[in-house]
């Protein structure tokens, strides 16, 4: 008896997800950096890049666009033990092109076509006839976007951040 986690298919995309070693494209640290940065992209970035139906591949969908819950873990002061912070909503996502690569996405919220559109931008980046094209166009404008954006925001917080020190008290 199959559970939902365990279904055919699901291990079908576990399996077969192993990147070629033919292409720069199959390193797992620069497709770990391009999905990170899929994920962060809001849904109007992914859509103003987006390519037209009629010059992709078939586009199967293995994994429909999903919608589930996951538990936040946090530390006391990033290095104390780990405890259960709250829920957030997740949307997972996986596509195939063809008979090409597959596709993967995971998003915080529960944008369904914004995780479809991630699943089908981590296929492309797999192939090699489109990975040059969008890593230039899509995932380094992006990069630098949200870059940007967490060093505004840490310069916000940096200007309210208290120094906590405490006095010795001499001998007496």
């Known amino acids: 008896m199959n559970r939902p986690?365990?279904?055919?298919?699901?291990?079908?995309?576990?399996?077969?997800?192993?990147?070629?070693?033919?292409?720069?494209?199959s390193d797992p640290a620069a497709r770990q950096a391009w999905l990170a940065v899929l994920a962060r992209a809001s849904l109007a970035q992914l859509q103003a890049q987006a390519p037209a139906a009629d010059t992709l591949p078939p586009v199967q969908q293995v994994r429909p666009p999903e919608i589930g819950m996951v538990m936040l873990r946090g530390r006391v002061g990033g290095a104390g033990n780990p405890f259960n912070l709250g829920e957030a909503s997740v949307v997972r996502c996986a596509v195939r092109l063809g008979q090409g690569p597959l596709g993967v996405a995971y998003a915080l919220g529960r944008d369904k076509r914004r995780a479809e559109l991630a699943a089908l931008f981590d296929a492309l980046l797999q192939d090699p006839q489109h990975h040059d094209t969008l890593q230039r166009e899509l995932?380094?404008?992006?990069?630098?976007?949200?870059?940007?954006?967490?060093?505004?925001?840490?310069?916000?917080?940096?200007?309210?951040?208290?120094?906590?020190?405490?006095?010795?008290?001499?001998?007496?």
């Open 5 to 25: 986690g365990t279904s055919a298919a699901y291990l079908d995309i576990r399996m077969t997800n192993k990147p070629s070693s033919e292409h720069a494209s």
């Open 139 to 172: 995932i380094a404008p992006l990069a630098q976007s949200q870059a940007q954006a967490r060093a505004q925001t840490q310069h916000a917080v940096a200007s309210s951040k208290v120094e906590f020190f405490t006095f010795v008290r001499g001998e007496a």
